[in-house]
Every structure is written in C-alpha cells, then in structure tokens.
Nanobody
Framework: QVQLQESGPGLVKPSQTLSLTCTVS??????????WSWIRQSPGKGLEWIGH???????RYSPSLKSRTSISRDTSRNLFTLQLSSVTPEDTAVYYC?????????????WGQGTQVIVSS
C-alpha cells in the first residue's frame, strides 16, 4: 500500500516562500522507474504540473515556474519537498504530491490527499 501525505503551512504571505513536504510510505523514492511529482489546482485553471524528482535524483521543472521552484529529497526519511519562492495570491491552490510511472505515456498512479495553500497578507 503506497501512501503519500502532504504537509506544510496552509497560509503564506506574499513575497515569502511556500514550503511543502511529501512523506511517502509503502515504497522507496529511490526505487527504479518512478518520478515523484508536485501538482497544483486552482479554481478555473485546472491541474498544473510543477515539477518532479526522479528516482535517481534528476529534477525537472515546469518552464513557467522554473525560476521560482526548488524540489529536493531526503532519502533517509523517504520524503521529498517543494519550495516556491516570491509567491503571490495567484499561487493560491490545492497542492498535491503524486507518483508517476517513468514512461512518457505513464500515469500518476498514487496521489496524496492534497493540501490547500492560501497566499494572503
């Protein structure tokens, strides 16, 4: 049973950094052939892929967010993190972590419950 759980502050002030953690159980984030991903959803905008860290440590970011995004991992605790800097109210969204299979045509087979983050002063 693979489980992912997001955690972090639900309220962030504009210009600050949004920091979230995804804790994984039931699977190792270093096991071959899976990508560990961050996705967000805001009203009227649908789902937006933020980036991922691959099982071997390679990191990819969405071009639209690359300049503000940092993804890292702690293999000893089997978790990975998201930092989004210089946030604005447009970054308000429900943030998910999810596992994606390696293939280009692969899918997100496991998801966390999601955590709402509001950017407001």
């Amino acid at each position: 049973q693979v489980q992912l759980q997001e955690s972090g502050p639900g309220l962030v002030k504009p210009s600050q950094t949004l920091s979230l953690t995804c804790t994984v159980s039931g699977a190792s984030i270093t096991t071959n052939d899976y990508y560990w991903s961050w996705i967000r959803q805001s009203p009227g905008k649908g789902l937006e892929w933020i980036g991922h860290i691959e099982y071997d440590g390679i990191i990819r970011y969405s071009p639209s967010l690359k300049s503000r995004t940092s993804i890292s991992r702690d293999t000893s605790r089997n978790l990975f993190t998201l930092q989004l800097s210089s946030v604005t109210p447009e970054d308000t969204a429900v943030y998910y972590c999810a596992r994606k299979t390696r293939e280009d045509w692969g899918w997100f087979d496991y998801w966390g419950q999601g955590t709402q983050v509001i950017v407001s002063s």
